[in-house]
């Protein structure tokens, strides 16, 4: 069974209180910014998970502790299963490159053999919709075209926990039904999603349970509709 367990969890920023201190002075004053304070989380299979807060509150620093990007400062993180990590319409992508060249590169970095790679551009290609613009550098393409195409590397994963942070609001309605629909199924063998998102309405479109977090503490995890509501009212 898949699984994220968070125990006891501290993370702080740290920086210098001058430019260039800590470059040239070796006893330089070290600030530290708490973004994460004493989380605890217990997160199972079939958990589909909306993280709320606002700008600041923790969401970004919780979702790259999990994916083991960043170390806690303090504290014990356990996930069972395999990972992959969706941090926004551009990370990963070589705006230099065209769009099939970064989708076949991407089918690299996570280890596919060229042939699986070749064959799943093609319904990569027509999941996106992007057409001809696939042939053209990922510079010229709009916020919705690059929302398209990183979402479609995720068709790529074979993962059991999901991590996802925005990138999927640009796009038309249309685009966005039909990655929900694609999401579902892939978490038929995903089995956690982990989402963090401006919009609510997307956040309820996929997910059926919240975390409500406030200046880098756990306020509440529960039920969407009960945490949802808390964050919108204010209430908290």
Known sequence: MSSIKIKNVNFSYRYYSSLGFGLFKRNSKVNKNAALENVNLDIQDGDRVALFGRNGAGKSTLLKIMSGVIPPSSGKVQVDGKIYSFFGRDVGVNPFLSGFENLYVRGLVLGLPKKTIEEKLVEIAEFTELGENLKLPVSTYSQGMKA?????????????????????????????????????????????????????????????????????????????????????????
């Open 148 to 236: 398209r195409l990183t979402f479609a590397m995720l068709m790529f994963v074979d993962a059991d926990v999901l991590l996802v942070d925005e990138g999927l609001g640009a796009g038309d309605r249309f685009f966005i039904d039909k990655a929900r629909a694609f999401v579902d199924q892939l978490l038929d063998n995903s089995k956690i999603l982990i989402f963090a998102s401006h919009s609510d309405h997307l956040l309820k479109r996929f997910c059926n349970k919240g975390i409500l977090l406030k200046e880098g503490k756990i306020i509440s995890f529960g039920e969407f509709d009960e945490v949802c509501k808390q964050y919108q009212t204010g209430n908290y």
